[in-house]
């Protein structure tokens, strides 16, 4: 100790001076960054994302489309519905929920019946307590499902109770599955893909915010909309907050979408990206948001699907590779999903 100051080695003193010019650089470059944002853009209120930046946390949207926010505050159950989220889950999930399901309320019933005594079913051919067990449990599946093979039947009048309120439990269950089921069929989904990665490309002796989506369904897409917004810090009277600005589209309507849509943002002098460059993506967050409406005629309804970029998901210098072709028929135009994200690295004047 020298003084009241705690002694530092010179060497250390140096790399710890190192480190705060180094944090100093980057917060000027930052700072730098958030003043070079066009304040001639056009900015959009009412998003829904708050406008805080001190308080926000990673990006806006998930990949697929989710927003990325946790809620706490309230318990589990009260916090989750559990249809949006039985519709919401895989085909293989949901598959698993009602086995699991099924196999949780039967191994109940059957350990009822087994604690009652299983002398209570008549029929039985067990040897031992584990078949003993396993009887009353498939004895449970049978009333559950209202089989009822007839090797196996109550006898008394508590076992007999059980057995008649599990049936009921079993015709409720069937009944909501089966909902459960028809509404993954029937619900209206926007079967479209979009390209892992935004680019900056060139277009009409500018650059362009370029990203792609395709239908990769065999369903009819009519009037399909789209819109996007990009999310950023900006520096406003000397405070960080949120702003997100609408980004204009080449075209923003089609009358059907049956091959890939580019969507094309020209970064012109009305743009908020208009003078970044390459550095100013890596070096700075921003989240471009996309949201697609279209009309399913199958359907006869209206659907909505949506996804986001963050600046380190754009490619600057790049250009899409075609995706579609004449097949060898020279009759059909062939569409290769598989290449919806290849791009080409170019330069950019």
């Known amino acids: 100790m020298r003084g009241n100051l705690l002694y530092v080695p010179k060497f250390n003193r140096e790399i710890i001076l190192q480190y705060f010019k180094l944090q100093n650089i980057n917060l000027l470059i930052q700072m730098a960054f958030l003043r070079k944002i066009n304040t001639r853009a056009k900015t959009a209120v009412n998003t829904g994302f708050g406008d805080n930046a001190a308080n926000y946390g990673g990006r806006f949207l998930n990949k697929d489309g989710k927003a990325n926010i946790k809620k706490t505050g309230i318990g589990i159950l009260e916090r989750y519905s559990w249809f949006h989220s039985m519709l919401a889950m895989s085909g293989l999930k949901f598959f698993l929920v009602i086995l699991a399901f099924f196999i949780v309320v039967n191994?109940?019933?059957?350990?009822?019946?087994?604690?009652?005594?299983?002398?209570?079913?008549g029929g039985m051919i067990a040897h031992n307590e584990r078949e003993k067990f396993l009887e009353a449990f498939f004895f449970s599946t049978q009333t559950f499902t209202t089989v009822g093979y007839g090797r196996?039947?109550?006898t008394g009048f508590v076992t007999s109770a059980i057995a008649a309120f599990q049936s009921l439990v079993g015709l409720l269950s069937f009944a909501v599955a089966t909902g459960l089921m028809y509404a993954r069929f029937s619900k209206p989904t926007a079967y479209l893909k979009f390209s892992q990665n935004a680019i900056i490309a060139p277009y009409k002796g500018i650059t362009a915010l370029m990203l792609r989506l395709a239908?990769?369904?065999?369903?009819?897409?009519?009037?399909?909309e789209a819109r996007l917004t990009l999310g950023m810090m900006v520096e406003e009277n000397g405070k960080v907050a949120n702003r997100f600005f609408p980004l204009e589209l080449e075209f923003d309507k089609v009358n059907a979408l049956t091959l890939?849509?580019?969507l094309v943002h020209p970064i012109?002098?009305?743009s908020p990206l208009f003078g970044f460059i390459?550095?100013?993506?890596k070096i700075n967050a921003g989240e471009v948001i996309v949201f697609i409406k279209a009309f399913d005629d199958m359907f006869s309804n209206t659907v909505v699907t949506r996804s986001s970029y963050t600046f380190d998901e754009i490619i600057y210098g790049a250009a899409f590779n075609p995706m579609y072709h004449r097949d060898e028929t020279n009759a059909v135009t062939q569409l290769d999903l598989d290449k919806l994200n290849d791009y080409r690295k170019v330069d950019l004047a």
């Open 107 to 121: 191994f109940f019933f059957a350990l009822v019946y087994y604690v009652l005594g299983v002398e209570h079913l």
């Open 152 to 154: 196996i039947s109550p």
């Open 215 to 224: 239908p990769y369904k065999n369903t009819t897409l009519t009037d399909a």
């Open 260 to 262: 890939n849509w580019t």
């Open 268 to 270: 012109t002098e009305s």
């Open 278 to 281: 390459k550095d100013d993506y």
